[in-house]
């Protein structure tokens, strides 16, 4: 069976919605339904609305813009260079002491670019700015500061009432920041340096506290440096090597010496003896006379016989000789138990001069050599208690070496870094460079005005619209409750 369809007008549209208009109240009918009031009257309505809100929009911006005094713009670009430094220097025997300066961006944290553009914005430096061009902090006003990515540059914009106010705050800000960074320098510097006499201060205290204790170790010691006790070491290591050299030249002197007492058929002490009596005038003459009165005595008795008066007298004087040679002989070689037989022996030319001299030569070496090796036991056993007392003190005495060493590096180092520190300033505040210097502007600024009629012309459309939607809402509205109403039912 078919259903009876029901149309609705508009007025029983506004029948039905009327009985959930008294459940929402007034606001919902004033919406919905709107007023009373004929076409013409809506239109002056909305015409008065329109006007009204024009005027409140551009009467503001057309005053702004009558009684705003133009601006100009002053530009101008820094540049901060990105290479770093660094700085060695050679202490001799000591070390080396070195400052490296990186470069600025080598920190990817930390942007100095970053950095610079609040020094720049900042109280301070806006007000020393100022305080150069004699004009307030609020009038100078703060420059727009853009960084371009992936460089070292700082674009600046600055407004000024003229363009030569504007090229002057540009130049005052620069001034003003390059101000600020030798301050912060300064400053940096003051107190590294306070820092940095303080660790010297106490460097040079432990450099001279090493330097005490190795003074009084070293007077209380025979040993005073290690170079000695190495010394000391070094000689005894010599004087053995020349002991050995000494005793094997003695065991050659000795052998060639009973070599020549065998060939002279001699005793070593009457080698002496020998060059002795043959060195003396005397008892060679003596020799002389006795070998004369020999051959006469012969020739005598050959001749006259045995017992002629003659011989007898020559028999005497031989006697006479033979006893002065024995005194001369025992006076010369001290020896009272040679026979006078032996003294002729050994004062006579039948031993071969050569040999008696070279064997008096050996023997004169060999006791050197002798003596020289007696001397150098001495020495040696002098030596080896020293080193065995001074081992020990020889030991402390390079440690405490060792600590003043250190003590002098570490203070000479400090000193050396000190100074090469001062060299370059710029390894926390780096150098800026004017890449662009500030420009004087030929026409003044117009972004204002533009941003103002932008900003009123988007104004006026959002009224428009909103008029519009107002206008036109009832019909939407009602359309799309008749909509509702007819699915409903």
Same mark, same amino acid.
């Given at each position: 069976?078919?259903?009876?369809?029901?149309?609705?007008?508009?007025?029983?549209?506004?029948?039905?919605?009327?009985?959930?208009?008294?459940?929402?109240?007034?606001?919902?009918?004033?919406?919905?339904?709107?007023?009373? /009031?004929?076409?013409?009257?809506?239109?002056?309505?909305?015409?008065?609305?329109?006007?009204?809100? *024009?005027?409140?929009?551009?009467? %503001? &911006?057309?005053?702004? *813009?009558?009684?705003?005094? %133009?601006?100009?713009?002053?530009?101008?670009?820094?540049?901060?260079?990105?290479?770093?430094?660094?700085?060695?220097?050679?202490?001799?025997?000591?070390? =080396?002491?070195?400052?490296?300066?990186?470069?600025?961006?080598?920190?990817?944290?930390?942007?100095?670019?970053?950095?610079? $553009?609040?020094?720049?914005?900042?109280?301070?430096? *806006?007000?020393?700015?100022?305080?150069?061009?004699?004009?307030?902090?609020?009038?100078?006003?703060?420059?727009?500061?853009? +960084?371009?990515?992936?460089? @070292?540059?700082?674009?600046?914009?600055?407004?000024?009432?003229?363009?030569?106010?504007?090229?002057?705050?540009?130049?005052?800000?620069?001034?003003?920041?390059?101000?600020?960074?030798? &301050?912060?320098?300064?400053?940096?510097?003051? $107190?590294?340096?306070?820092?940095?006499?303080?660790?010297?201060?106490?460097?040079?205290?432990?450099?001279?506290?090493?330097?005490?204790?190795? /003074?009084?170790?070293?007077?209380?010691?025979?040993?005073?440096?290690?170079?000695?006790?190495?010394?000391?070491?070094?000689?005894?290591?010599?004087?053995?090597?020349?002991?050995?050299?000494?005793?094997? !030249?003695?065991?050659?002197? =000795?052998?060639?010496?009973? #070599?020549?007492?065998?060939?002279? $058929?001699?005793?070593?002490?009457?080698?002496?003896?020998?060059?002795?009596? $043959?060195?003396?005038?005397?008892?060679?003459?003596?020799?002389?006379?006795?070998?004369?009165?020999?051959?006469?005595?012969?020739?005598?008795?050959?001749?006259?016989? @045995?017992?002629?008066?003659?011989?007898?007298?020559?028999?005497?004087?031989?006697?006479?000789?033979?006893?002065?040679?024995?005194?001369?002989?025992?006076?010369?070689?001290?020896?009272?138990?040679?026979?006078?037989?032996?003294?002729?022996?050994?004062?006579?030319?039948?031993?071969?001069?050569?040999?008696?001299?070279?064997?008096?030569?050996?023997?004169?070496?060999?006791?050197?050599?002798?003596?020289?090796?007696?001397?150098?036991?001495?020495?040696?056993?002098?030596?080896?208690? !020293?080193?065995?007392?001074?081992?020990?003190?020889? &030991?402390?005495?390079?440690? *405490?070496?060792?600590?003043?060493?250190?003590?002098?590096?570490?203070?000479?180092?400090?000193?050396?870094? =000190?100074?090469?520190?001062?060299?370059?300033?710029?390894?926390?505040?780096?150098?800026? =460079?004017?890449?662009?210097?500030?420009? +004087?502007?030929?026409? %003044?600024?117009?972004? #204002?005005?533009?941003?103002? +009629?932008?900003?009123? &012309?988007?104004?006026?459309?959002?009224?428009?619209?909103?008029?519009?939607?107002?206008?036109?809402?009832?019909?939407?509205?009602?359309?799309?409750?008749?909509?509702?109403?007819?699915?409903?039912?």
């Amino acid at each position: 069976m078919n259903q009876p369809v029901i149309k609705l007008t508009t007025d029983n549209a506004r029948q039905v919605h009327q009985e959930s208009t008294s459940q929402h109240g007034f606001i919902y009918r004033a919406i919905v339904f709107g007023s009373s /009031l004929s076409p013409k009257k809506r239109l002056a309505l909305y015409t008065s609305i329109l006007l009204l809100s *024009l005027s409140l929009v551009w009467l %503001p &911006i057309s005053l702004f *813009l009558a009684f705003t005094s %133009p601006k100009f713009t002053s530009e101008w670009t820094l540049i901060m260079p990105g290479a770093g430094s660094g700085h060695a220097v050679n202490l001799d025997s000591l070390g =080396q002491a070195t400052a490296n300066i990186a470069s600025p961006f080598t920190n990817t944290s930390i942007d100095p670019l970053v950095n610079y $553009r609040e020094i720049v914005t900042s109280h301070t430096v *806006l007000s020393k700015a100022a305080a150069m061009l004699d004009i307030s902090v609020k009038s100078f006003g703060k420059p727009r500061i853009k +960084l371009i990515d992936q460089t @070292s540059l700082m674009q600046f914009k600055i407004k000024g009432d003229t363009p030569e106010q504007a090229r002057d705050k540009s130049l005052a800000i620069y001034q003003a920041l390059q101000n600020q960074l030798e &301050i912060l320098r300064n400053d940096e510097v003051a $107190r590294i340096t306070k820092s940095s006499l303080s660790s010297i201060e106490d460097f040079g205290s432990k450099l001279q506290q090493t330097q005490l204790e190795k /003074l009084n170790f070293q007077s209380r010691n025979s040993i005073i440096s290690v170079g000695q006790f190495e010394q000391l070491v070094t000689q005894m290591e010599y004087d053995v090597s020349t002991e050995q050299k000494l005793k094997a !030249r003695e065991r050659f002197l =000795q052998g060639q010496i009973q #070599h020549l007492l065998t060939s002279v $058929r001699l005793k070593p002490e009457e080698v002496s003896y020998a060059i002795t009596l $043959r060195n003396d005038s005397l008892f060679q003459a003596q020799l002389s006379r006795q070998a004369e009165l020999k051959v006469q005595i012969d020739v005598t008795s050959a001749t006259w016989g @045995s017992s002629h008066p003659k011989l007898n007298q020559l028999q005497a004087t031989l006697r006479s000789i033979n006893l002065a040679i024995a005194l001369r002989g025992k006076q010369l070689t001290k020896n009272q138990n040679l026979t006078t037989n032996e003294l002729i022996e050994l004062g006579s030319g039948k031993i071969k001069a050569i040999l008696l001299e070279k064997l008096a030569q050996f023997m004169a070496e060999a006791a050197g050599v002798s003596k020289q090796l007696s001397q150098l036991q001495i020495n040696i056993n002098g030596l080896k208690k !020293r080193i065995e007392n001074g081992a020990a003190d020889a &030991i402390k005495l390079e440690e *405490l070496s060792r600590k003043q060493q250190v003590a002098t590096t570490v203070f000479s180092t400090a000193l050396a870094k =000190q100074d090469i520190g001062k060299v370059d300033r710029f390894a926390s505040y780096p150098l800026i =460079q004017i890449l662009a210097a500030p420009t +004087l502007p030929e026409s %003044p600024d117009k972004l #204002h005005i533009k941003l103002a +009629l932008v900003g009123g &012309i988007a104004a006026t459309l959002f009224i428009i619209c909103g008029l519009l939607t107002l206008w036109i809402r009832k019909r939407l509205l009602q359309k799309i409750l008749l909509n509702e109403s007819s699915g409903s039912h």
